[in-house]
């Protein structure tokens, strides 16, 4: 009777599994574990959210042609630099226009020094999946892997107070 129980309780884990990791992805939302995707950043590095555990990680959806995200990328700086050992940030921009995006962040005296990502075979999916649906959103994940908060538009002071939040949590 408990090998069937198990079994059972292990089929419908895996079910449960799957659905987050095959084609019938459902989306995530604040308490749920975070995806852990693997993709390539604008330097060419593999990186993945499993290589940040112990640490909280933001990410950033972005995108090139709305203003609003413009005003972004120096306060990811400033915390990037505040936070070095307790926070990771990883920006994903929607569209593939970085040739256009440096020229911009250029005429704006922008050196955006979080890591980036450009190219991907899966942000289509990564997006749906966080449901980053407007610019800018964020997603803020703890030091174990659970969404804290997710939430769209640019407020520096919710920015702050978020990863205030979280950040002060980790040893």
């Known amino acids: 009777m408990k090998t069937r129980i198990i079994f ?3 089929i419908g884990w895996t079910l449960s599994l799957n659905s987050l990791v095959g084609q019938n992805k459902t989306k995530l939302s604040k308490g749920d574990i975070a995806y852990d995707f693997t ?9 993945s959210l499993a290589d940040y555990k112990g640490r909280a990680v933001l990410i950033n959806f972005t995108a090139t042609y709305y203003g609003p995200c413009w005003y972004t990328y120096n306060q990811m700086n400033e915390l990037q630099n505040k936070y070095p050992d307790k926070l990771k940030i990883i920006s994903f921009h929607m569209d593939e226009e970085k040739e256009k995006w440096k020229r911009m962040a250029e ?3 922008i050196n955006f020094e979080v890591t980036s990502i450009w190219e991907s075979d899966t942000k289509k999916e990564l997006f749906d999946l966080y449901q980053a649906n407007g610019f800018p959103y964020y997603v803020l994940i703890d030091d174990k892997g659970v969404v804290k908060k997710m939430w769209f538009g640019n407020s ?3 920015l702050k107070r978020n990863l205030r ?7």
């Open 8 to 10: 059972f309780i292990l």
């Open 39 to 47: 993709e390539t950043d604008d330097q060419g590095n593999k990186i």
């Open 107 to 109: 005429e704006r005296s």
């Open 156 to 158: 520096e002071k919710k």
């Open 165 to 171: 939040k979280v950040v002060k949590k980790i040893e």
